[in-house]
């Protein structure tokens, strides 16, 4: 998981990388800055899929340690999970709506709403990120109890 939560924070800087491309085309719409779609393709593809394989792996580990770990921990593993969920469909959500504002037939139409979608996928995913190292924190701290 360490490795998927790495992909999380790299799609992050990237993000925010790509916040300020942005923020420079809409200060000089003239110019051409081929990096900003570059950057949020790849910096999308960094935040989603990382959150689809985590949401898809935190079942089958808390199943595992659901034979080892006391009934009040699970629940509290359950909890976090569960917090973690909302940011990361929320996340999920901005990510296709913020593709699709950069993406239409007219790019630079929406240049305000896009930039809010973009600030605000940045910080659910943020967010996001905070929750889901906080749960595989505490997965690995009661994995490391229960040996």
């Known amino acids: 998981m360490r490795f998927w939560l790495f992909l999380f924070y790299f799609g992050l800087i990237g993000l925010l990388l790509n916040i300020g491309f942005g923020w420079e085309l809409i200060q000089n719409p003239e110019t051409k800055n081929q990096w900003h779609l570059v950057t949020a393709l790849s910096s999308l593809t960094f935040v989603s899929l990382p959150q689809i394989i985590m949401l898809i792996r935190v079942d089958t580990v808390l199943r595992r340690l659901a034979l080892t770990a006391p009934p009040p921990r699970l629940s509290q593993l359950n909890?976090?999970?569960?917090?973690?969920?909302?940011?990361?469909?929320?996340?999920?959500?901005?990510?296709?709506?913020?593709?699709?504002?950069?993406?239409?037939?007219?790019?630079?139409?929406?240049?305000?709403?896009?930039?809010?979608?973009?600030?605000?996928?940045?910080?659910?995913?943020?967010?996001?990120?905070v929750r889901w190292t906080r749960l595989f924190s505490r997965i690995r701290d009661d994995k490391a109890t229960s040996q």
């Open 79 to 129: 909890q976090s999970r569960f917090q973690a969920m909302g940011p990361t469909y929320s996340s999920l959500g901005l990510s296709v709506l913020s593709l699709i504002t950069g993406t239409m037939a007219n790019p630079g139409q929406l240049p305000i709403l896009h930039l809010v979608l973009g600030l605000g996928l940045f910080v659910i995913s943020s967010l996001s990120a």
